[in-house]
């Protein structure tokens, strides 16, 4: 299994960001799919997920803001970032949990200042 994330980078408040995540060696199709975050000396917190039937999810503090739409045919979830917050600043990671294991990526680094 590989993610790899894309995407980051620095942003305005008020600005929009979407990440990439491509995956591989497993039946994308198949699996919900998440995007978690860890900011500077927080501990990371699911930001949003995504099933295989696309039912979706999202943490209160971004609903209204994010979405996590998937790409089958690309092996792809993205996360779309609208009206960023500095409070948005973090790492954000791809995940996805397979025969009984967690899987990572290396993350993309979204910056939010001014």
């Known amino acids: 299994v590989q993610l790899v994330e894309s995407g980051g980078g620095l942003v305005q408040p008020g600005g929009s960001l979407r990440l990439s995540c491509v995956a591989s060696?497993?039946?994308?199709?198949?699996?919900?799919m998440r995007w978690c975050r860890q900011a500077p000396g927080k501990e990371r917190e699911l930001v949003a997920a995504?099933?295989?039937?696309?039912?979706?999810y999202y943490a209160d503090s971004v609903k209204g803001r994010f979405t996590i739409p998937r790409d089958n045919a690309k092996n792809t979830v993205y996360l779309q970032m609208d009206s960023l917050k500095f409070e948005d600043t973090a790492v954000y990671s791809c995940n996805v949990f397979v025969n009984g294991v967690d899987y990572w990526g290396k993350g993309t680094l979204v910056t939010v200042s001014s």
């Open positions: 995504i099933s295989s039937g696309g039912s979706t």
């Open positions: 060696g497993f039946p994308f199709s198949s699996y919900t």
